[in-house]
Nanobody, 124 residues
């Protein structure tokens, strides 16, 4: 089970921070990959980045300069930080698990567990 948590409202130019708490399995289990995915209103899913079971991070080229994903293995959590947000970053944010580090992370059929999603609005 995956559960997102974090502020629902962020001001422009600030940093968005979300945490995904994982239960029922370890984030260090081979060969899982743990992604952040978002869906802006009226648009499709957008893959943001991933942290693998062994701590390797990969980011979407379009968001790489503003995105950081980290993990706390003692708490079985991984986190997202997105800096310099604008209203265009308003979206439902999801954490999700892929069962393999191999393949295209933006292929959403690869993810077999998802959090329920959390709405984040960027507004002053």
């Amino acid at each position: 089970q995956l559960q997102e948590s974090g502020p629902g409202l962020v001001k422009p130019s600030q940093t968005l921070s979300l945490t995904c708490t994982v239960s029922g399995g370890s984030i260090t289990t081979s060969y899982y990959a743990w992604s952040w995915i978002r869906q802006p209103p009226g648009k499709g899913l957008e893959w943001m980045g991933v942290i693998t079971y062994d701590g390797v991070t990969v980011y979407s080229p379009s968001l790489k300069s503003r995105t950081s994903i980290s993990r706390d293995t003692s708490k079985n959590q991984f986190s997202l930080r997105l800096s310099s947000v604008t209203p265009e970053d308003t979206a439902v944010y999801y954490c999700a698990r892929a069962t393999s580090v191999f393949g295209d992370y933006s292929d959403f059929n690869r993810y077999n567990y998802w959090g329920q999603g959390t709405q984040v609005t960027v507004s002053s």
